[in-house]
């Protein structure tokens, strides 16, 4: 038996609703394989604002550097956006500072078209067929941490100001994640940049040129990052793994999980230095977001919590069977016709958020 610390903070909107599923699943985990996770819950986000006035408490960030792993819903909704506010009240500064300080620098996200869900894409099942990739995201850098980053009025009216900036460091950290991930899948390896247009493309591009040099075994190919956009679109199987800057990789894992047919089926892990052994701190969360127009309704799609759960066993606790164990059961659950509202065909039975986690506690149970 082996016991772990976790942090677990359900943050906004649905949130809470797929990350009480998620825990219900490490919990059936817990009893099948004999571990035992410590769990600490807090709030996060636009719940911590309305409680504390700050969406991340320095006491939080503390705490989530001490665990094991962090298991995490979602933040926002209309209540806190508040474009003119203070950083700290806008739910999003709180997940920015959780990234920075736990050094969480590399996010990872898995689309694969499940054979079952292929058709509740928008995209043509004979366009899907085989895709199967990971998008990395460089976190910790980029437009969203430079500077200068300010607004200001003058005479010719309101202005604002956000800096992109990358360090060799930088680039060579997030690239070497993208060549050994890809070492361990297909062996292909597609760098996104736009060395067009700006410096930072520039130097990206350079840095990823030299690397792929160091690594022969890799097969490296460039994209820009507009033709990158066009391409999962129009041929998604072609790519296995691709990495990318922080506001590039921000917008595309979004396309890309619309190639699964819905967010509510992909996880995602936002992860640091690691061990020797593969493991170490990261963050695991669904990339569906707040969702708050479905929220308390039953509606929401647990699965990206759960598999997101199955990653953080896997990539932060090197427990591989027992993450194995949870996708085999999502994977038992949807042939046997199990089915949230945004997965569901018409004539297919619908149940709600709490039914579909019981149905992956239960067969691992």
Do not use: Y
């Given at each position: 038996m082996a016991s772990f610390n976790l942090m677990v903070l359900p943050g906004d909107g649905i949130g809470p609703e797929v990350t009480a599923e998620a825990?219900?699943?490490?919990?059936?985990?817990?009893?099948?394989?004999?571990?035992?996770f410590a769990l600490k819950e807090d709030l996060f986000g636009g719940a911590a604002i309305d409680a504390y006035g700050t969406s991340a408490r320095q006491e939080t960030l503390d705490a989530a550097k001490r665990a094991d792993a962090v298991l995490f819903g979602a933040v926002g909704g209309p209540k806190w956006d508040d474009p003119s506010g203070s950083p700290e009240r806008r739910p999003e500064w709180g997940l920015l500072q959780i990234r920075k300080q736990l050094g969480l620098f590399a996010n990872l996200r898995p689309v694969k078209i499940h054979p079952l869900m292929a058709d509740s894409s928008t995209i043509k099942r004979e366009v899907l067929d085989g895709t199967d990739m990971v998008v990395i995201r460089e976190l910790t850098g980029g437009l969203y941490f430079g500077e200068p980053k300010r607004r200001w009025s003058d005479g010719d009216g309101r202005k604002a100001v956000?800096?992109?900036f990358y360090s060799e460091e930088e680039v060579r950290r997030i690239l070497q994640v993208g060549f050994d991930l890809a070492r361990q899948r297909r062996k292909k390896l597609t760098s996104v940049d736009k060395m067009n247009v700006l410096e930072t493309g520039r130097l990206w591009?350079?840095?990823?040129?030299?690397?792929?040099?160091?690594?022969?075994?890799?097969?490296?190919?460039?994209?820009?990052?507009?033709?990158?956009?066009?391409?999962?679109?129009?041929?998604?199987?072609?790519?296995?793994?691709?990495?990318t800057e922080n506001t590039f990789g921000d917008i595309l894992t979004d396309e890309a999980s619309m190639l699964a047919g819905s967010m509510g089926m992909l996880p995602s892990a936002s992860l640091g230095a690691r061990r020797p052994d593969g493991t170490g701190l990261g963050l695991y969360e669904p990339i569906h977001g707040s969702a708050p127009?479905?929220?308390?309704?039953?509606?929401?799609?647990?699965?990206?919590?759960?598999?997101?759960?199955?990653?953080?066993?896997?990539?932060?606790?090197?427990?591989?069977?027992?993450?194995?164990?949870?996708?085999?059961?999502?994977?038992?659950?949807?042939?046997?016709?199990?089915?949230?509202?945004?997965?569901a065909r018409p004539g297919e039975q619908v149940v709600d958020t709490t039914r579909m986690g019981d149905e992956i506690a239960g067969r691992l149970a």
């Open positions: 825990v219900k699943v490490l919990g059936a985990v817990e009893k099948r394989f004999g571990h035992e956000d800096t992109m591009r350079e840095i990823a040129v030299e690397m792929g040099r160091q690594h022969p075994d890799i097969e490296l190919d460039h994209l820009l990052v507009d033709a990158c956009a066009m391409h999962l679109i129009r041929r998604p199987a072609d790519f296995d793994v691709i990495v127009d479905i929220a308390g309704q039953g509606k929401a799609n647990p699965l990206a919590a759960i598999l997101s759960a199955a990653m953080l066993l896997r990539l932060s606790l090197g427990l591989t069977a027992e993450a194995d164990a949870v996708e085999r059961a999502v994977d038992e659950a949807l042939a046997a016709g199990w089915r949230t509202a945004d997965i």
